[in-house]
């Protein structure tokens, strides 16, 4: 029925050979959109009627009007956004034509660019015929015993791109139960790796986390016995190293994989006793210009004189992966034939077996660097190597140490900081890691070359990135980024001081003295602007810091007690984060601090102290809070951070089974919102008449709210909301059924821990909802079939469920398969032990405790609804 739209877009193709990667992405994507809308146009017509040969000739004839439009523009190539654009208003018609109904198809033909740039970085090119055998290895059915798997190459040359891109194989995802990463890297410790690996098999309690390093071997031998489990350890660097995790992994004859990448052959051939390691070749010149096209040719076309320099270029960087991505993202910016033949005369023959000599090769990304990104990117080189950095705690960072400033635009300091990240992300200098529920970035990190970089040039320009110089207790501390073992403890302005409390140096010694009996050089430490404390437990806040009066950054965690009313002295403070085991009083003279950004206490019920007799200070510059105690007097202090963008509230947020909380009227600006109960009610409540959520909500976390699934009205009707978090008793309730168009921007949905039995609801409901996860909920029955048909869903993620559930969702991947629908991935992940059972008697726990107030209660509470 769409033949004729189908034909001209595949059209394109061959009447423009020169299209580019992204662009050839954008028209496959819409043939891909326009098959599926066929197939289930297709299906409607034989449901509802049969079409006769002059309805289908005028459909040949709407269909035809597709691309003339641009040709009479005379737009050649044709703009493919208005392409997309077209086909949405075509499909609308040939719907309305037939069925004699209107539906906005925009949305299903909106190609989102920015998405394709950061999958193709990821991409991994060549290397097909070694990912095929190692995936062969590592999912044989014939070979149950425990098998290493190693890769051994040079810096740069792919290793860990390709370990990850079998990691995440969606067949690996699905055939291993445990699935464990660790970065070793060349200083590592035992015990933080055993704690990452165990991690990723059960729940880290503070017993577990308080176990010496053999116990912790235990746990971990005995949490993987019988489960078929790949581990990959990345980066390691001594045989000394593999030796000490191998007897934690257990040979259950099941089929378990461990997978090692290195630098060092040797290695591999110690731990892999069968078989060769892989020995990661360099890349061809067509692999390598494949790539370097990918990287630089993403917004424009290419010259042949280009071509020819750009080929002669990739010929220079002999095969090597990460030196063609970098001299990329130098090349892309700029496109005169100048400067590109330059580059080609600067990058002059290395030896691809020296990695010393690609410095040079990889120092003109940097040199190419516009003023205000240079510090940013050298501020890297204080990072432990191999490590993910927090991407909102680098903007921090990068705000605190002056690297940031106005743009002259309204954007904030923060958002100006995420698009210097961005732009060191397209120039290839830094890398993604983890991503957030909504596509965001939430993790990034550097190659270990560029990190080398970073040092080398910081020490050329005497750039500050001494972290620690310690003092008389004379220790050598192996996590930090230099050994502390000088006489005195020096702190610049530019320090970041994180010794982590695991670490053999630390102790309850050290902790106390920390900020009582070192030999501070006041001159110079007072100049300080970030500090960071906070693996250390200190056993109360150290008053000792408010000498830092130039302090804008401040992370540091205690056992109890308060910070003191005289913090505010620190009248440049901009990022205050603490941990504390115990909850804690936020004084009242810190709304004098008229500087502060994002105010961060990671744990507990914290009261937020005020006189109503001294009227706070206007905080225009808080952009976060949490997590705060939403009793009194939040009101007065929301009136007075009309920026605030993220907030975390945990306290009693129910009373008569009614959801409060303060007016959040005055948070017009407000985009992240967490709710935490600590007061569940027994029966399924109503949201309180006076909430009203700000319309600029994006995302959204409920826990223990109990609130009846009725009320999902509430959020249902938000405007703005793109995730959606319910956990924990977040609603009461056997049955949630959801209303058409209710969510009208939601991209990411998560359940977890509800008692729900049926969920009715249909495509419509969700209409660009793009990652469903459903976690331990044991009653559900089924996920709805319909969001098979969701054409914007990439994945649906099952865990912890009844097998009636999971077996609902293997058949709506089955029926989408059938329909030709390749791109929904339906994923399987499996709890920790003892997960599903926990959550199995927590809700017993909770009905027997239900059962037990009723018996208790008077008359009055006889018509308490129990069905949940």
């Not at 994180?498 to 009582?516: A, D, G, H, T, V």
């Not at 620190?570 to 205050?576: A, F, G």
């Not at 941990?579 to 709304?591: I, T």
């Not at 510059?621 to 975390?648: D, E, W, Y």
């Amino acid at each position: 029925m769409f033949d004729v739209l189908l034909r001209q877009v595949k059209r394109l193709l061959v009447e423009y050979p020169d299209w580019l990667s992204i662009e050839r992405c954008q028209i496959d994507f819409y043939h891909k959109q326009l098959s599926f809308l066929s197939r289930n146009f297709e299906r409607r017509l034989v449901t509802y009627r049969v079409y006769s040969e002059i309805e289908e000739e005028a459909l040949r004839l709407l269909a035809s009007e597709i691309l003339t439009s641009e040709h009479e523009r005379g737009v050649d190539p044709p703009d493919l956004t208005c392409i997309g654009e077209q086909l949405a208003s075509q499909v609308a018609r040939i719907h309305k034509a037939f069925f004699h109904e209107f539906k906005d198809f925009h949305c299903y033909f909106y190609f989102h660019k920015k998405k394709f740039e950061e999958c193709d970085g990821e991409a991994l090119v060549g290397f097909q015929e070694e990912v095929t055998n190692l995936l062969h290895q590592l999912a044989s059915i014939t070979k149950k015993q425990l098998q290493v798997i190693s890769i051994v190459g040079m810096a740069g040359l792919g290793k860990t791109t390709l370990a990850t891109r079998l990691y995440n194989d969606p067949y690996v995802v699905s055939y291993f139960y445990v699935r464990a990463w660790v970065t070793c890297s060349q200083v590592y410790r035992k015990r933080d790796l055993l704690l990452s690996i165990l991690s990723s098999v059960t729940e880290i309690t503070p017993q577990v986390s308080a176990r010496n390093d053999n116990m912790l071997a235990h746990d971990l031998y005995r949490a993987l016995k019988g489960r078929r489990y790949l581990i990959v350890i990345d980066d390691i660097w001594s045989i000394k190293a593999w030796d000490d995790f191998k007897s934690c992994f257990p040979d259950g004859n099941n089929g378990s994989r461990v997978m090692l990448t290195t630098r060092l052959k040797d290695i591999a051939l110690h731990a892999q006793t069968e078989g060769n390691p892989l020995c990661l070749r360099f890349l061809t010149e067509e692999e390598s210009f494949d790539l370097f096209k990918r990287k630089a040719f993403i917004h424009g076309n290419i010259s042949r004189d280009l071509s020819s320099i750009g080929l002669n270029i990739m010929k220079k960087c002999r095969g090597l992966p990460l030196a063609i991505v970098v001299i990329a993202g130098v090349l892309k910016y700029d496109m005169e034939i100048d400067w590109w033949t330059h580059v080609e005369e600067t990058v002059s023959s290395y030896i691809v077996t020296d990695v010393n000599q690609y410095m040079d090769t990889l120092a003109l990304s940097y040199n190419h660097l516009p003023q205000h990104l240079r510090s940013c990117f050298l501020s890297f080189g204080a990072f432990r190597e191999d490590h993910d950095i927090p991407v909102y705690k680098l903007s921090w960072l990068w705000i605190a140490k002056g690297f940031i400033l106005e743009d002259g635009t309204k954007k904030s300091l923060e958002d100006v900081a995420e698009g210097y990240l961005m732009d060191l992300i397209r120039r290839s200098l830094v890398v993604v890691g983890r991503k957030g529920l909504n596509g965001a970035i939430k993790t990034c990190r550097i190659h270990d070359l560029l990190r080398d970089l970073c040092l080398r040039k910081a020490e050329e320009e005497n750039f500050p990135l001494d972290i620690y110089k310690y003092d008389k207790h004379s220790y050598s501390c192996p996590h930090s980024i230099t050994s502390l073992t000088t006489s005195q403890l020096y702190l610049s302005s530019t320090d970041v001081l994180n010794i982590p409390s695991n670490c053999p140096c630390y102790s309850p010694e050290i902790s106390q003295s920390f900020f009582l009996d070192v030999s501070i050089h006041w001159d110079t430490s007072k100049l300080i602007r970030d500090l960071n404390i906070s693996s250390i437990e200190l056993f109360v806040f150290p008053c000792e810091v408010l000498q830092l009066v130039q302090l804008r950054y401040l992370d540091l965690r205690f056992t109890a007690g308060n910070p003191p009313e005289s913090i505010s002295v620190l009248r440049e403070l901009q990022t205050l984060i603490m941990s504390s085991s115990m909850n804690m009083v936020v004084p009242k003279n810190l709304w004098k601090m008229i500087n502060m950004r994002h105010l961060c206490i990671n744990s507990g019920e914290n009261l937020l102290k005020f006189s109503s007799a001294e009227e706070p200070s206007l905080l225009r510059n808080m952009r976060t809070m949490s997590q705060v105690s939403p009793i009194m007097p939040c009101q007065h202090i929301f009136a007075k951070t009309p920026n605030l963008r993220k907030l975390g509230l945990c306290g009693p947020l129910t009373m008569n089974a009614e959801l409060k909380c303060p007016d959040l009227g005055p948070l017009t600006l407000l985009e992240s919102l967490k709710l935490v109960n600590t007061i569940p009610s027994c029966k399924a409540g109503r949201v309180s008449n006076s909430i009203i959520f700000p319309a600029s909500l994006k995302n959204l976390a409920l826990s223990d709210t109990c609130l009846d699934w009725k009320e999902d009205w509430v959020f249902q009707m938000m405007p703005n909301l793109e995730v959606l978090k319910l956990k924990c008793n977040a609603f009461f309730g056997n049955d949630w059924e959801t209303s058409a168009e209710a969510f009208p921007r939601l991209k990411f949905l998560k359940l977890d821990e509800l008692d729900i039995v049926t969920w009715t609801a249909s495509r419509d409901h969700f209409p660009v909802l793009q990652h469903l996860q459903v976690y331990r909920c044991p009653y559900l029955m089924e996920i709805p079939e319909d969001f098979g048909n969701i054409y914007t869903l990439e994945w649906i993620e099952v865990s912890g469920c009844s097998d009636a559930a999971t077996e609902s969702a293997r058949d709506i991947k089955r029926e989408q398969e059938r329909n030709g629908n390749d791109w929904l991935k339906i994923l399987f992940s499996h709890l920790p032990k003892g997960s599903l059972k926990e959550a199995l008697m927590s809700y017993i726990n909770l009905t027997l405790f239900i059962l037990f107030e009723v018996s208790v209660s008077d008359t009055r509470h006889s018509d308490m609804d129990l069905t949940h």
